[in-house]
């Protein structure tokens, strides 16, 4: 029922107004922590086959929607900054141009929440979750676009989101045998942006 909300959501995101984006963010960023114990607990070797195949579908669930809501919070930074300069260029001289309401959602802010929960899901043993396998290419895809997009995010360029960025494609490659389609996105990325090349080399340092 929660997860129904949530896609309705993001479903029509754009037009929900910011302070409930918000707030939708922040529950299902913290919802992973809070179901911390049901992950360990079907990382364990005694966890039964239906409890890790329940484990198993919150997890997808909570990534495919992180990384939903990264895509749609990043294509609207985007608008945002390419709106912001066209009024800049056409600014007539000496007019002043009204000022924009106090916003309750900031991309530099959402976008790292959503970075760091996908990396706390990642941190988990989730190859014993899907039974000693890598978990399914579909539900890390979401994850690797994720870290992708946030290396050529003009506003998601700090210290802290490169962090969350290295943590969840070192996960990705290390852990759950991505190492490829890390290889090639990372490689995409800095095909599309002169930023990506600067944070692939920090991630890398």
């Known amino acids: 029922e929660n997860f129904g909300i949530v896609y309705s959501i993001?479903?029509?995101?754009?037009?929900?107004?910011?302070?409930i984006k918000s707030r939708v963010l922040d529950v299902v960023s913290s919802g992973i922590s809070c179901f911390a114990k049901e992950i360990l607990a079907a990382a364990k070797p005694d966890s039964d086959d239906d409890t890790r195949s329940n484990v198993r579908s919150v997890v997808r669930a909570h990534l495919f929607f992180l990384s939903w809501m990264h895509a749609l919070g990043s294509?609207?930074?985007?608008?945002?900054?390419?709106?912001a300069a066209v009024a800049k260029a056409?600014?007539?001289k000496g007019k002043k141009i009204a000022s924009r309401p106090v916003d309750t959602?900031?991309?530099?802010?959402?976008?790292?929440k959503l970075l760091k929960a996908a990396a706390n899901c990642c941190a988990f043993d989730l190859v014993r979750v899907w039974n000693l396998a890598n978990p399914d290419a579909n539900t890390m895809s979401g994850v690797l676009r994720m870290a992708a997009a946030s290396m050529s995010d003009p506003e998601l360029k700090g210290e802290a989101p490169r962090i969350?960025?290295?943590?969840?494609?070192?996960?990705?490659?290390?852990?759950?045998?991505?190492?490829?389609?890390?290889?090639?996105?990372?490689i995409h990325a800095c095909q599309r942006s002169e930023?990506?090349?600067?944070?692939?080399?920090?991630?890398?340092?």
């Open 10 to 19: 993001c479903k029509h995101w754009n037009d929900v107004n910011a302070g």
């Open 75 to 83: 294509a609207n930074a985007a608008d945002a900054q390419a709106s």
């Open 90 to 92: 056409t600014k007539t």
């Open 105 to 112: 959602w900031q991309w530099d802010v959402q976008g790292l």
């Open 164 to 186: 969350e960025t290295f943590r969840i494609i070192t996960s990705l490659s290390s852990r759950f045998g991505q190492r490829d389609n890390v290889v090639q996105a990372s």
């Open 195 to 205: 930023i990506a090349v600067v944070a692939v080399a920090q991630v890398e340092d």
